[in-house]
């Protein structure tokens, strides 16, 4: 099955730190990708979708200044969370799709933030 | 906006019990999926319901999709403990945008 690459799996760091999240298709070109965050016990939620070569389209309350996502390739996805703070410290999951296809899910990624 | 429901919670069951979980969205849905979340993991995709009134089976797991396309359900026949996790079901309203259910945990004694 399709398979999607997310690094790194845990990040901890300190407040003010701004920390880059990798997702990679590996074995099939995504035309779209999905950044959701999951805080504990809790459902998942949609950040933002972004297109391969165009700015990603962010969901009602989430800071796109604050949650930078990069979309260069078919392939590869980043979510750069810029200076975080311990109220972003989250479960991190990426996904990805091709045309009208499922999402695949990456692995997820924990941060915490000191 | 749209809202997905799902009920209940949480479940605690037996093993060798049945389970059902069910799925209400606030609109209609041009397809359902579904996906299972071990503890710690990531969501797994499970299955997709795109007709009105459809109906799939994988092993233990039925799975339906109302015919108003506005809500679903996922039915485990003889629960096992390996069944332990969380479902969520997600709405997809046509543009590949899934919104994810609230969820429901399902715990298995042996």
């Known amino acids: 099955g399709a398979v999607v690459s997310q690094h790194p799996s845990w990040v901890i760091c300190k407040s003010g730190t701004s920390v880059k999240i990798e997702c990679r298709s590996l074995?099939?070109?995504?035309?779209?990708m999905f950044w959701y965050r999951q805080f504990p016990k809790q459902s998942l939620m949609l950040m933002a979708t972004?297109?391969?070569?165009?700015?990603?389209?962010?969901e009602q309350g989430v800071e796109k200044d604050k949650f930078l996502i990069n979309h260069a390739s078919l392939t590869l996805s980043t979510l750069t969370v810029t200076s975080a703070h311990p109220e972003d410290s989250s479960f991190y999951i990426c996904?990805?799709?091709?045309?009208?296809?499922?999402?695949?899910f990456g692995d997820g990624t924990r941060l915490s933030i000191l | 906006g749209q809202q997905v429901m799902q009920i209940p919670q949480y479940q605690h069951v037996q093993e060798g019990e049945d389970f059902t979980t069910y799925c209400n969205s606030s609109?209609?849905?041009?397809?359902i999926q579904w996906y299972k979340q071990r503890p710690g993991g990531h969501p797994v995709f499970l299955i997709q319901?795109?007709?009105?009134?459809e109906v799939k089976k994988q092993k233990r797991l039925t799975f339906q999709f109302g015919e108003a396309k506005k809500n679903s359900s996922l039915h485990i026949t003889a629960t096992q403990t390996t069944d332990v996790g969380t479902y969520f079901c997600?709405?997809?309203?046509?543009?590949?945008?899934?919104?994810f259910g609230t969820g429901t945990r399902l715990l298995v004694s042996p």
């Open positions: 996904s990805a799709a091709r045309g009208n296809q499922p999402q695949h």
């Open positions: 074995d099939f070109q995504a035309t779209t």
């Open positions: 972004s297109n391969e070569g165009s700015k990603a389209t962010y």
């Open positions: 609109t209609t849905l041009s397809n």
């Open positions: 319901l795109v007709k009105s009134g």
């Open positions: 997600a709405g997809n309203t046509g543009f590949q945008k899934l919104v």
